[in-house]
């Protein structure tokens, strides 16, 4: 019976091929992400924000694996030949599509006016670092998998622009309509239990997280004095 490999961070580059062992590591990107990211996100924040990112990355790569599937364009002969994934198809690439998606949707949660309902054309000079770097890691995962033989430069643009398309999409889904859904959510057991909040509503969450923790410690103290 032929063997198949798990193909999650099964990536392969020529032996000696420096920017090939580098590209190779970019191309695990998604699986830092996700692994790492939203798993230290849920752990550490559980922000409502954070979760239906997440659930929007899901729901795109089961979108991906569907377009797949309907279209069945091969990958590369290489990829076949030295890569033995002759029984997977290429077009549209999922790390692209992911990593395009995490982009534009990062981008637009560091934007989005939350009072106004609109995107904001003014960014401070951190955000417009932080939004910057999911683009340049999104661009080095497409460029890393048609260097790798994995991807045709089809196959890795059709993955950006269905990433883009389905990030907006439910970036506009989720800030328009499930959000009204939030305090709900917020204050049923499941909420309760994992203490899941919502900060969208707050301008500088990091500013009002450190004076409500030093409120909190003055109250602590004058407390441990009175008694």
Request: a positive charge; glycine letters at 6%; proline letters at 3%.
């Amino acid at each position: 019976m032929p063997l198949k490999a798990v193909t999650l961070t099964h990536v392969r580059y020529e032996k000696g091929d420096k920017l090939g062992h580098f590209l190779a590591w970019v191309s695990l990107i998604p699986v830092f992400i996700s692994l790492g990211g939203f798993t230290c996100h849920f752990l550490f924040r559980r922000e409502l924000q954070g979760l239906f990112f997440a659930l929007g990355l899901i729901i795109s790569q089961f979108v991906n694996e569907l377009v797949k599937k309907s279209v069945q364009q091969s990958r590369p002969e290489i990829a076949c030949t030295l890569l033995e994934m002759c029984d997977s198809h290429g077009w549209p690439s999922s790390h692209s599509q992911y990593t395009f998606f995490f982009a534009i949707y990062l981008t637009l949660l560091l934007t989005y006016d939350n009072s106004r309902r609109s995107i904001g054309t003014r960014l401070s000079n951190v955000k417009l670092l932080v939004s910057s770097i999911p683009w340049v890691l999104a661009l080095l995962t497409m460029y890393s998998r048609v260097y790798l033989g994995y991807h045709t430069i089809a196959q890795v643009f059709a993955g950006a622009a269905l990433g883009v398309f389905l990030g907006v999409g439910w970036f506009h889904f989720v800030n328009s309509y499930l959000i009204c859904y939030f305090p709900a959510i917020e204050e049923s057991a499941f909420g309760r239990a994992f203490y899941v909040k919502d900060s969208s509503h707050i301008t500088n969450v990091m500013k009002f997280e450190y004076d409500n923790a030093r409120a909190a410690r003055k109250n602590a103290c004058s407390d441990d004095k009175s008694s």
